[in-house]
């Protein structure tokens, strides 16, 4: 079965500074990968998503994220953080179970902090 | 604007009471989720149903009841039997049937938040 490990359960950072969450994941066959921002007690809001075509992954507010078969990860990434960008990430991998149903396999999720 | 719309936004039970929490999309979408969020846990699948009048039990299922009467709404009441109901449930959707479009991104609603008292 598929699995999706968030590495960091916190990630702090200064505004202006590049921000990394890590994320790793198993799968036996091609994966689609996702990342969601949650802000506080609201729903999920899809950053980004990769379905195998180009590995490198633009989203909105400036994230992207990389595809990296050989290493399992895809990490999300941006240059320059905002405090805006505070919020909790969660790194989900489409998951097809025994009766050919696709379901989303969620991490625990990353906090990132931000601070002035 | 289509979207997700869950109600209410906060909600309390007594001990022993079954309440229900209302998810409604716009969004023409086939298939409806719930999700219980808990602290450092991620999201966990509760029931999730690909058209009208079918559902299946998601990973954690046990105390919960959902029905499918509509294609636009996905109710979920937590019964009594659920021991530990304190938590943040969000409901999803996504586009089409699962087994065709596994690349398709879900929509959620803003959430419920529920606490025994």
């Known amino acids: 079965a598929q699995s999706v490990t968030q590495l960091d359960s916190h990630v702090s950072v200064s505004e202006g500074t590049p921000v990394l969450l890590r994320c790793n994941y198993s799968?036996?066959?091609?994966?689609?990968l996702f990342w969601y921002v949650q802000h506080p007690n609201k729903g999920l809001q899809l950053l980004l998503k990769?379905?195998?075509?180009?590995?490198l992954v633009k989203g909105i507010n400036g994230f992207e994220a990389e595809f990296k078969k050989s290493e399992t990860s895809f990490h999300l990434t941006k240059p320059s953080a905002h405090m805006s960008d505070a919020a909790e990430y969660f790194c989900?991998?489409?998951?097809?179970?025994?009766?050919?149903?696709?379901?989303?396999?969620f991490g625990t999720g990353t906090r990132l902090k931000v601070l002035a | 604007d289509g979207g997700i719309t869950q109600s209410p936004k906060y909600l309390f039970r007594k001990e022993g009471q079954n309440v229900t929490l209302s998810c409604e999309q716009n969004?023409?979408?086939?298939?409806m989720y719930w999700y219980r969020q808990d602290p450092g846990q991620g999201l966990r699948l509760i029931y999730y149903?690909?058209?009208?009048?079918?559902?299946q039990k998601g990973d954690i299922a046990e105390g919960y009841s959902v029905s499918r009467e509509k294609k636009e709404s996905f109710p979920l009441t937590v019964t009594s039997a659920q021991k530990n109901p304190t938590a943040f449930y969000l409901c999803?959707?996504?586009?089409?049937?699962?087994?065709?479009?596994?690349?398709?991104?879900?929509?959620f609603g803003q959430g419920t938040r529920l606490t025994v008292v």
């Open positions: 149903s690909q058209i009208v009048n079918d559902f």
């Open positions: 989900v991998v489409s998951d097809l179970d025994t009766s050919g149903t696709y379901k989303y396999i």
């Open positions: 990769y379905t195998s075509a180009a590995t």
């Open positions: 969004l023409n979408h086939d298939a």
């Open positions: 999803a959707s996504t586009l089409g049937l699962g087994t065709v479009v596994g690349n398709t991104e879900a929509f």
């Open positions: 799968s036996s066959y091609s994966p689609s």
